[in-house]
Protein backbone atom coordinates (compact mmCIF):
# COMPACT_ATOMS: atom_id res chain seq x y z
CA UNK A 1 0.00 0.00 0.00
CA UNK A 2 1.24 3.33 -0.76
CA UNK A 3 -0.34 5.39 1.99
CA UNK A 4 -0.86 7.91 -0.59
CA UNK A 5 -3.79 10.48 -0.52
CA UNK A 6 -5.21 10.86 -4.02
CA UNK A 7 -6.60 13.56 -4.38
CA UNK A 8 -9.62 12.35 -7.01
CA UNK A 9 -10.85 9.65 -4.70
CA UNK A 10 -11.69 12.02 -1.62
CA UNK A 11 -15.31 12.89 -0.85
CA UNK A 12 -16.61 16.50 -0.22
CA UNK A 13 -16.23 16.32 3.05
CA UNK A 14 -13.02 14.94 3.22
CA UNK A 15 -11.55 17.77 0.94
CA UNK A 16 -13.20 20.79 2.78
CA UNK A 17 -11.57 19.19 6.10
CA UNK A 18 -8.01 18.61 4.73
CA UNK A 19 -8.44 22.56 3.30
CA UNK A 20 -9.86 23.17 6.78
CA UNK A 21 -6.83 21.27 8.20
CA UNK A 22 -4.46 24.01 5.69
CA UNK A 23 -5.92 27.23 6.34
CA UNK A 24 -8.61 27.65 3.72
CA UNK A 25 -11.77 28.03 4.76
CA UNK A 26 -13.04 28.59 1.75
CA UNK A 27 -16.24 26.70 -0.11
CA UNK A 28 -15.48 25.65 -3.77
CA UNK A 29 -17.09 23.06 -5.94
CA UNK A 30 -15.60 19.50 -5.70
CA UNK A 31 -13.57 19.92 -8.48
CA UNK A 32 -11.62 23.44 -7.68
CA UNK A 33 -11.47 21.91 -4.08
CA UNK A 34 -9.74 18.87 -5.27
CA UNK A 35 -7.21 21.07 -7.84
CA UNK A 36 -6.31 23.27 -4.46
CA UNK A 37 -5.50 20.59 -2.36
CA UNK A 38 -3.58 19.09 -5.26
CA UNK A 39 -1.35 22.08 -5.33
CA UNK A 40 -1.09 21.87 -1.64
CA UNK A 41 0.27 18.54 -1.51
CA UNK A 42 2.66 19.49 -4.51
CA UNK A 43 4.12 22.08 -2.40
CA UNK A 44 4.13 20.29 0.76
CA UNK A 45 6.36 17.48 -1.18
CA UNK A 46 8.76 19.86 -2.29
CA UNK A 47 8.95 21.38 1.07
CA UNK A 48 7.92 24.62 0.08
CA UNK A 49 5.24 24.59 2.36
CA UNK A 50 4.87 22.81 5.98
CA UNK A 51 1.18 21.66 7.39
CA UNK A 52 1.87 23.58 10.92
CA UNK A 53 -1.90 24.24 10.93
CA UNK A 54 -3.35 23.90 14.56
CA UNK A 55 -6.18 21.45 13.09
CA UNK A 56 -9.67 22.15 12.93
CA UNK A 57 -11.91 23.68 15.22
CA UNK A 58 -14.17 20.59 15.46
CA UNK A 59 -15.65 19.55 18.67
CA UNK A 60 -13.30 16.26 19.37
CA UNK A 61 -16.26 13.83 19.98
CA UNK A 62 -17.89 15.26 16.90
CA UNK A 63 -14.81 14.05 15.05
CA UNK A 64 -14.76 10.92 16.73
CA UNK A 65 -18.18 9.90 15.63
CA UNK A 66 -17.53 11.02 11.96
CA UNK A 67 -14.13 8.96 11.96
CA UNK A 68 -15.99 5.67 13.23
CA UNK A 69 -18.65 6.14 10.79
CA UNK A 70 -15.99 6.38 7.94
CA UNK A 71 -14.22 3.37 9.22
CA UNK A 72 -17.69 1.73 8.93
CA UNK A 73 -17.61 2.78 5.30
CA UNK A 74 -14.07 1.35 4.58
CA UNK A 75 -14.95 -1.91 5.90
CA UNK A 76 -17.75 -2.26 4.19
CA UNK A 77 -15.72 -0.74 0.68
CA UNK A 78 -12.95 -4.01 2.02
CA UNK A 79 -15.74 -6.59 2.37
CA UNK A 80 -16.80 -5.83 -1.20
CA UNK A 81 -13.35 -5.78 -3.05
CA UNK A 82 -12.83 -7.63 -6.07
CA UNK A 83 -9.58 -6.76 -7.21
CA UNK A 84 -10.33 -3.91 -9.24
CA UNK A 85 -7.22 -1.10 -8.72
CA UNK A 86 -9.82 1.15 -8.54
CA UNK A 87 -11.20 -0.24 -5.07
CA UNK A 88 -8.15 -0.69 -3.83
CA UNK A 89 -6.93 2.88 -4.63
CA UNK A 90 -9.79 3.87 -3.15
CA UNK A 91 -9.86 2.42 0.10
CA UNK A 92 -6.08 3.47 0.64
CA UNK A 93 -6.80 6.72 -0.13
CA UNK A 94 -9.71 6.70 2.43
CA UNK A 95 -7.31 4.77 5.34
CA UNK A 96 -4.33 7.66 5.18
CA UNK A 97 -7.14 10.55 5.19
CA UNK A 98 -8.79 8.44 8.62
CA UNK A 99 -5.53 7.98 10.08
CA UNK A 100 -3.70 11.49 9.71
CA UNK A 101 -7.61 12.62 10.41
CA UNK A 102 -7.55 10.56 13.85
CA UNK A 103 -4.19 11.65 15.05
CA UNK A 104 -4.83 15.23 14.90
CA UNK A 105 -8.03 14.83 17.62
CA UNK A 106 -7.25 15.91 21.01
CA UNK A 107 -9.13 13.48 22.98
CA UNK A 108 -10.76 15.64 26.23
CA UNK A 109 -10.87 12.27 28.81
CA UNK A 110 -10.16 8.91 28.76
CA UNK A 111 -13.05 7.52 27.21
CA UNK A 112 -12.18 9.51 24.02
CA UNK A 113 -8.45 8.29 24.24
CA UNK A 114 -9.82 5.02 23.90
CA UNK A 115 -12.27 5.47 21.58
CA UNK A 116 -9.28 7.06 18.95
CA UNK A 117 -7.09 4.07 20.07
CA UNK A 118 -9.31 1.76 18.84
CA UNK A 119 -9.77 3.28 15.61
CA UNK A 120 -5.78 3.84 14.70
CA UNK A 121 -5.81 0.09 15.72
CA UNK A 122 -9.05 -0.44 13.30
CA UNK A 123 -7.25 1.63 10.46
CA UNK A 124 -3.94 -0.30 10.84
CA UNK A 125 -6.05 -3.76 10.97
CA UNK A 126 -7.60 -2.51 7.75
CA UNK A 127 -4.47 -1.78 6.01
CA UNK A 128 -3.07 -5.20 6.82
CA UNK A 129 -6.55 -6.69 5.19
CA UNK A 130 -5.98 -5.11 2.35
CA UNK A 131 -2.32 -5.95 1.44
CA UNK A 132 -3.76 -9.39 2.12
CA UNK A 133 -6.52 -9.13 -0.39
CA UNK A 134 -4.18 -7.12 -3.15
CA UNK A 135 -1.56 -10.52 -2.84
CA UNK A 136 -4.11 -12.54 -3.13
CA UNK A 137 -5.66 -11.30 -6.41
CA UNK A 138 -2.39 -10.73 -8.04
CA UNK A 139 -0.93 -14.20 -6.92
CA UNK A 140 1.96 -13.00 -4.77
CA UNK A 141 2.95 -15.59 -2.23
CA UNK A 142 4.99 -15.52 0.71
CA UNK A 143 7.48 -18.55 -0.31
CA UNK A 144 9.90 -18.44 2.83
CA UNK A 145 7.09 -20.18 4.90
CA UNK A 146 6.62 -22.75 2.61
CA UNK A 147 10.27 -23.61 1.88
CA UNK A 148 10.88 -23.46 6.00
CA UNK A 149 8.16 -25.65 5.84
CA UNK A 150 9.42 -27.95 3.43
CA UNK A 151 13.00 -28.18 4.99
CA UNK A 152 11.37 -29.08 8.40
CA UNK A 153 9.27 -32.16 6.63
CA UNK A 154 12.88 -33.43 5.15
CA UNK A 155 14.41 -33.11 8.12
CA UNK A 156 11.98 -35.26 9.65
CA UNK A 157 11.54 -37.84 7.47
CA UNK A 158 15.25 -38.31 7.38
CA UNK A 159 15.04 -39.26 10.59
CA UNK A 160 12.12 -41.45 11.12
CA UNK A 161 11.97 -42.98 7.55
CA UNK A 162 16.07 -43.96 5.92
CA UNK A 163 14.77 -44.42 2.69
CA UNK A 164 15.06 -41.89 0.74
CA UNK A 165 11.39 -40.36 -0.45
CA UNK A 166 10.54 -39.94 -4.19
CA UNK A 167 11.69 -36.67 -6.02
CA UNK A 168 8.84 -34.20 -6.23
CA UNK A 169 8.57 -32.66 -9.84
CA UNK A 170 6.75 -29.27 -9.72
CA UNK A 171 5.43 -28.15 -12.87
CA UNK A 172 5.80 -24.16 -13.73
CA UNK A 173 4.06 -22.95 -16.19
CA UNK A 174 5.45 -19.38 -17.35
CA UNK A 175 2.94 -17.21 -18.99
CA UNK A 176 4.89 -15.54 -21.94
CA UNK A 177 3.86 -11.95 -21.40
CA UNK A 178 1.41 -10.15 -24.20
CA UNK A 179 3.74 -6.84 -25.01
CA UNK A 180 1.49 -3.60 -24.29
CA UNK A 181 1.68 -2.23 -27.73
CA UNK A 182 -0.38 -5.45 -28.88
CA UNK A 183 -3.59 -5.20 -26.21
CA UNK A 184 -5.31 -2.61 -28.19
CA UNK A 185 -5.44 -0.24 -25.71
CA UNK A 186 -4.66 3.67 -26.43
CA UNK A 187 -5.40 6.87 -25.04
CA UNK A 188 -5.48 10.23 -26.68
CA UNK A 189 -6.66 12.57 -25.08
CA UNK A 190 -8.61 14.58 -28.35
CA UNK A 191 -12.26 13.14 -26.81
CA UNK A 192 -12.39 10.77 -29.99
CA UNK A 193 -11.80 7.86 -28.18
CA UNK A 194 -11.89 6.14 -24.48
CA UNK A 195 -12.28 8.61 -21.72
CA UNK A 196 -9.60 8.48 -19.06
CA UNK A 197 -11.58 6.34 -16.54
CA UNK A 198 -12.29 3.57 -19.26
CA UNK A 199 -8.73 3.56 -20.41
CA UNK A 200 -7.39 3.12 -17.45
CA UNK A 201 -9.80 0.43 -16.34
CA UNK A 202 -9.20 -1.70 -19.09
CA UNK A 203 -4.88 -1.17 -18.67
CA UNK A 204 -5.76 -2.44 -14.96
CA UNK A 205 -7.76 -5.41 -16.23
CA UNK A 206 -5.09 -6.08 -18.73
CA UNK A 207 -2.52 -5.95 -16.68
CA UNK A 208 -3.64 -8.21 -14.09
CA UNK A 209 -5.18 -10.73 -16.85
CA UNK A 210 -1.53 -10.73 -17.99
CA UNK A 211 0.40 -10.67 -14.76
CA UNK A 212 2.24 -7.43 -16.15
CA UNK A 213 3.49 -5.98 -12.93
CA UNK A 214 3.07 -2.02 -12.36
CA UNK A 215 7.19 -0.93 -13.55
CA UNK A 216 7.07 -3.26 -16.45
CA UNK A 217 4.05 -1.05 -17.01
CA UNK A 218 5.29 2.34 -16.86
CA UNK A 219 8.33 1.20 -18.60
CA UNK A 220 5.94 0.47 -21.93
CA UNK A 221 3.51 3.47 -20.86
CA UNK A 222 4.78 5.41 -24.44
CA UNK A 223 2.66 2.65 -26.26
CA UNK A 224 -0.41 3.33 -24.81
CA UNK A 225 -0.51 6.69 -25.39
CA UNK A 226 -1.52 8.39 -28.83
CA UNK A 227 -2.23 12.20 -29.89
CA UNK A 228 -2.10 14.98 -28.06
CA UNK A 229 -1.47 12.59 -24.60
CA UNK A 230 1.79 11.44 -26.22
CA UNK A 231 3.18 14.77 -26.82
CA UNK A 232 2.62 15.42 -23.16
CA UNK A 233 3.97 12.36 -21.87
CA UNK A 234 6.94 13.55 -23.34
CA UNK A 235 7.07 16.65 -21.75
CA UNK A 236 6.55 15.25 -18.06
CA UNK A 237 8.25 11.80 -18.73
CA UNK A 238 11.43 13.00 -16.69
CA UNK A 239 9.05 13.94 -13.36
CA UNK A 240 7.39 10.63 -13.32
CA UNK A 241 8.65 7.44 -11.87
CA UNK A 242 6.12 5.13 -11.43
CA UNK A 243 2.91 3.93 -12.75
CA UNK A 244 0.89 5.32 -10.07
CA UNK A 245 2.45 8.90 -10.30
CA UNK A 246 1.70 8.95 -13.96
CA UNK A 247 -1.76 8.10 -13.48
CA UNK A 248 -2.21 10.69 -11.19
CA UNK A 249 -0.76 13.05 -13.76
CA UNK A 250 -2.83 11.72 -16.44
CA UNK A 251 -6.24 12.86 -14.14
CA UNK A 252 -4.87 16.09 -13.44
CA UNK A 253 -4.24 16.85 -17.18
CA UNK A 254 -7.14 15.26 -18.61
CA UNK A 255 -10.21 14.93 -16.08
CA UNK A 256 -12.81 17.36 -16.00
CA UNK A 257 -13.16 19.27 -12.52
CA UNK A 258 -16.55 18.89 -12.91
CA UNK A 259 -16.65 15.13 -14.03
CA UNK A 260 -18.22 13.46 -11.31
CA UNK A 261 -21.16 15.88 -11.81
CA UNK A 262 -21.18 14.56 -15.15
CA UNK A 263 -20.96 11.57 -14.69
CA UNK A 264 -23.62 11.16 -12.64
CA UNK A 265 -26.12 13.21 -14.79
CA UNK A 266 -25.06 10.69 -17.32
CA UNK A 267 -25.50 7.69 -15.06
CA UNK A 268 -29.08 9.23 -14.16
CA UNK A 269 -29.99 9.42 -17.69
CA UNK A 270 -29.06 5.90 -18.40
CA UNK A 271 -32.30 3.61 -19.11
CA UNK A 272 -32.51 0.46 -20.17
CA UNK A 273 -33.30 -0.06 -24.15
CA UNK A 274 -36.39 -1.71 -25.19
CA UNK A 275 -34.53 -4.84 -26.69
CA UNK A 276 -31.52 -4.38 -24.21
CA UNK A 277 -31.21 -7.93 -21.94
CA UNK A 278 -31.55 -6.60 -18.31
CA UNK A 279 -27.75 -8.54 -16.94
CA UNK A 280 -26.25 -6.49 -19.67
CA UNK A 281 -28.10 -3.28 -18.49
CA UNK A 282 -27.23 -3.89 -14.58
CA UNK A 283 -23.07 -4.76 -15.98
CA UNK A 284 -22.97 -1.59 -17.71
CA UNK A 285 -24.61 0.36 -14.79
CA UNK A 286 -22.42 -1.23 -12.59
CA UNK A 287 -19.47 0.17 -14.25
CA UNK A 288 -20.59 3.09 -14.07
CA UNK A 289 -20.99 2.89 -10.45
CA UNK A 290 -17.42 1.78 -10.05
CA UNK A 291 -15.82 4.74 -11.82
CA UNK A 292 -17.54 7.51 -9.47
CA UNK A 293 -14.47 8.81 -7.55
CA UNK A 294 -17.02 9.12 -4.36
CA UNK A 295 -19.01 5.61 -4.12
CA UNK A 296 -22.85 5.23 -3.97
CA UNK A 297 -24.47 4.17 -1.50
CA UNK A 298 -26.43 0.57 -2.07
CA UNK A 299 -29.88 1.75 -1.29
CA UNK A 300 -28.68 4.94 -4.12
CA UNK A 301 -27.79 2.36 -6.57
CA UNK A 302 -31.06 -0.18 -6.05
CA UNK A 303 -33.29 3.58 -6.53
CA UNK A 304 -31.06 4.48 -9.80
CA UNK A 305 -31.68 0.96 -10.87
CA UNK A 306 -35.02 0.73 -10.45
CA UNK A 307 -35.95 4.23 -12.38
CA UNK A 308 -34.34 2.91 -15.16
CA UNK A 309 -35.17 -0.43 -16.01
CA UNK A 310 -38.41 -0.89 -18.32
CA UNK A 311 -41.61 -0.42 -17.06
CA UNK A 312 -41.98 -4.24 -18.11
CA UNK A 313 -39.18 -5.29 -15.68
CA UNK A 314 -40.16 -2.41 -13.19
CA UNK A 315 -43.91 -4.12 -12.74
CA UNK A 316 -42.51 -7.57 -12.34
CA UNK A 317 -39.56 -7.08 -9.83
CA UNK A 318 -40.43 -3.70 -7.46
CA UNK A 319 -43.61 -5.87 -6.66
CA UNK A 320 -41.58 -7.86 -4.44
CA UNK A 321 -39.53 -4.80 -2.98
CA UNK A 322 -36.06 -6.06 -3.39
CA UNK A 323 -33.54 -4.47 -0.61
CA UNK A 324 -30.08 -4.83 -2.41
CA UNK A 325 -28.98 -4.94 -5.76
CA UNK A 326 -27.91 -8.85 -5.70
CA UNK A 327 -31.31 -9.41 -4.69
CA UNK A 328 -32.71 -6.60 -8.06
CA UNK A 329 -30.48 -8.73 -10.42
CA UNK A 330 -31.74 -11.95 -9.13
CA UNK A 331 -35.45 -11.48 -9.86
CA UNK A 332 -34.53 -9.46 -12.96
CA UNK A 333 -32.91 -12.54 -14.64
CA UNK A 334 -36.07 -14.62 -13.69
CA UNK A 335 -38.25 -12.32 -15.70
CA UNK A 336 -35.82 -12.02 -18.45
CA UNK A 337 -35.97 -15.85 -18.38
CA UNK A 338 -39.48 -15.64 -18.93
CA UNK A 339 -39.87 -12.99 -21.41
CA UNK A 340 -36.94 -15.11 -23.42
CA UNK A 341 -39.42 -18.21 -23.23
CA UNK A 342 -42.68 -16.38 -24.26
CA UNK A 343 -40.87 -15.18 -27.19
CA UNK A 344 -39.42 -18.44 -28.40
CA UNK A 345 -42.70 -20.86 -27.67
CA UNK A 346 -44.27 -22.29 -30.65
CA UNK A 347 -47.70 -24.47 -31.22
CA UNK A 348 -47.28 -27.67 -31.10
CA UNK A 349 -46.87 -29.79 -34.49
CA UNK A 350 -49.86 -31.41 -36.80
CA UNK A 351 -50.38 -34.45 -36.51
CA UNK A 352 -48.30 -35.94 -39.13
CA UNK A 353 -49.19 -39.69 -41.33
CA UNK A 354 -45.46 -40.34 -40.18
CA UNK A 355 -46.31 -39.55 -36.09
CA UNK A 356 -44.96 -42.50 -34.24
CA UNK A 357 -47.72 -41.76 -31.34
CA UNK A 358 -50.85 -40.18 -33.24
CA UNK A 359 -52.73 -41.10 -29.65
CA UNK A 360 -50.07 -39.04 -27.69
CA UNK A 361 -50.44 -35.97 -30.47
CA UNK A 362 -52.18 -32.85 -30.03
CA UNK A 363 -55.53 -32.79 -32.04
CA UNK A 364 -57.42 -29.22 -32.21
CA UNK A 365 -61.31 -29.17 -31.39
CA UNK A 366 -64.24 -29.36 -33.45
CA UNK A 367 -65.56 -26.18 -33.96
CA UNK A 368 -68.73 -24.94 -36.16
CA UNK A 369 -67.45 -24.58 -39.75
CA UNK A 370 -69.95 -21.77 -39.87
CA UNK A 371 -68.31 -18.53 -40.00
CA UNK A 372 -68.93 -16.41 -36.79
CA UNK A 373 -70.37 -13.60 -38.87
CA UNK A 374 -73.54 -16.19 -39.85
CA UNK A 375 -76.30 -15.56 -38.36
CA UNK A 376 -78.50 -18.02 -36.88
CA UNK A 377 -82.09 -19.70 -37.72
CA UNK A 378 -83.56 -16.53 -35.26
CA UNK A 379 -81.29 -13.73 -37.05
CA UNK A 380 -82.26 -14.56 -40.65
CA UNK A 381 -85.10 -13.06 -42.44
CA UNK A 382 -88.04 -14.05 -43.23
CA UNK A 383 -88.37 -16.22 -46.46
CA UNK A 384 -91.44 -18.06 -48.52
CA UNK A 385 -89.94 -22.12 -47.09
CA UNK A 386 -90.03 -20.36 -43.25
CA UNK A 387 -93.94 -20.96 -41.88
CA UNK A 388 -93.61 -18.38 -39.07
CA UNK A 389 -91.51 -15.28 -40.81
CA UNK A 390 -90.91 -12.15 -38.20
CA UNK A 391 -93.52 -9.62 -38.50
CA UNK A 392 -92.21 -6.20 -39.89
CA UNK A 393 -92.42 -3.24 -37.60
CA UNK A 394 -94.60 -0.71 -38.37
CA UNK A 395 -93.26 2.52 -38.99
CA UNK A 396 -94.04 5.55 -36.91
CA UNK A 397 -97.07 7.61 -37.85
CA UNK A 398 -95.72 11.28 -38.91
CA UNK A 399 -96.46 13.66 -36.96
CA UNK A 400 -98.36 16.92 -37.69
CA UNK A 401 -99.66 15.16 -41.38
CA UNK A 402 -102.48 12.98 -40.56
CA UNK A 403 -100.55 10.28 -41.82
CA UNK A 404 -102.27 6.71 -39.95
CA UNK A 405 -99.85 3.86 -38.71
CA UNK A 406 -99.53 1.37 -40.94
CA UNK A 407 -100.52 -2.13 -39.96
CA UNK A 408 -98.17 -4.77 -39.77
CA UNK A 409 -97.42 -6.79 -43.00
CA UNK A 410 -95.24 -9.22 -44.44
CA UNK A 411 -92.96 -8.96 -47.47
CA UNK A 412 -94.83 -6.88 -50.44
CA UNK A 413 -95.34 -9.62 -52.62
CA UNK A 414 -97.65 -11.20 -49.86
CA UNK A 415 -99.97 -8.10 -50.33
CA UNK A 416 -102.90 -8.15 -52.39
CA UNK A 417 -102.65 -11.67 -52.91
CA UNK A 418 -106.00 -13.94 -53.47
CA UNK A 419 -105.30 -15.46 -49.91
CA UNK A 420 -108.27 -14.93 -47.20
CA UNK A 421 -107.78 -14.81 -43.53
CA UNK A 422 -109.98 -17.63 -41.33
CA UNK A 423 -109.55 -14.84 -38.63
CA UNK A 424 -110.91 -11.88 -39.91
CA UNK A 425 -112.03 -12.72 -43.49
CA UNK A 426 -110.15 -10.21 -45.46
CA UNK A 427 -108.18 -11.05 -48.41
CA UNK A 428 -104.78 -9.59 -48.59
CA UNK A 429 -103.29 -11.75 -45.38
CA UNK A 430 -102.80 -15.07 -44.06
CA UNK A 431 -104.29 -16.21 -40.70
CA UNK A 432 -100.70 -15.92 -38.73
CA UNK A 433 -100.44 -12.34 -40.43
CA UNK A 434 -103.23 -10.79 -38.90
CA UNK A 435 -103.55 -7.76 -36.89
CA UNK A 436 -106.63 -9.03 -35.38
CA UNK A 437 -107.79 -11.14 -32.10
CA UNK A 438 -107.12 -14.69 -32.73
CA UNK A 439 -109.52 -16.70 -32.72
CA UNK A 440 -110.44 -20.74 -32.10
CA UNK A 441 -110.90 -22.51 -35.26
CA UNK A 442 -109.27 -25.38 -37.41
CA UNK A 443 -105.94 -24.51 -39.24
CA UNK A 444 -106.90 -27.31 -41.26
CA UNK A 445 -110.76 -26.39 -43.03
CA UNK A 446 -110.97 -22.92 -41.24
CA UNK A 447 -114.25 -24.14 -39.43
CA UNK A 448 -114.27 -22.14 -36.42
CA UNK A 449 -115.01 -22.63 -32.81
CA UNK A 450 -112.72 -26.02 -33.01
CA UNK A 451 -109.31 -26.96 -32.96
CA UNK A 452 -107.29 -28.83 -35.90
CA UNK A 453 -107.40 -32.01 -33.68
CA UNK A 454 -111.57 -32.05 -32.80
CA UNK A 455 -112.66 -31.05 -36.31
CA UNK A 456 -115.13 -33.75 -37.09
CA UNK A 457 -114.74 -32.43 -40.68
CA UNK A 458 -110.53 -32.95 -40.86
CA UNK A 459 -109.90 -35.78 -38.30
CA UNK A 460 -108.08 -38.34 -40.04
CA UNK A 461 -107.11 -36.10 -43.24
CA UNK A 462 -104.04 -34.65 -45.12
CA UNK A 463 -104.51 -30.93 -45.36
CA UNK A 464 -101.79 -28.27 -46.01
CA UNK A 465 -103.80 -25.45 -43.93
CA UNK A 466 -104.43 -22.09 -45.31
CA UNK A 467 -101.64 -21.68 -47.44
CA UNK A 468 -104.19 -23.90 -49.98
CA UNK A 469 -107.52 -24.35 -48.60
CA UNK A 470 -107.94 -20.64 -47.85
CA UNK A 471 -107.70 -20.02 -51.51
CA UNK A 472 -110.99 -18.71 -53.20
Given amino acids: ?62 ELDVCKNKMEELNKLLDAYSGEKSQERKIDTGLTHLLNRVERIAPRDLEMGQVRSALLSGILK ?24 EQDEGAVSKVREPTPEPTRVRTVIRQTQVPV ?13 PS ?29 LRGPAAIWYRSIRREVTSWEDLEDRLRQEFEDED ?15 PDEQFGTYVAIMKTYFSRLPSPLSEMKKLHILKRGVTPYFYDRICVFDPISVDEFLERGRRVQRQRDHMST ?29 VATTQELPAT ?20 PP ?60 NGEAGRR
Fill in 1 to 62: MSGKLEVNRLTREELEYELEFRGVTERKSVGGMRAMLRQFIKLEAQGKVMVTSPGTDQDPAT
Fill in 126 to 149: CWTDLESKVKGQTGEVDTSSSQAE
Fill in 181 to 193: RDWGVTFSGDGQG
Fill in 196 to 224: LPSFLDDVDHYRRARHVSERDLFLQACDL
Fill in 259 to 273: YEDRLMAEIMSRTQG
Fill in 345 to 373: YQSPPPVRKDTLEPDLAYRTRRRDSRPEH
Fill in 384 to 403: RGNPNPPMKKPDPPLKGLGV
Fill in 406 to 465: QTPSRVDDAKNSKFTCWHCHQAGHRFHECAELHLTFCTRCGKQGVSGGRCDKCRGKRWSG
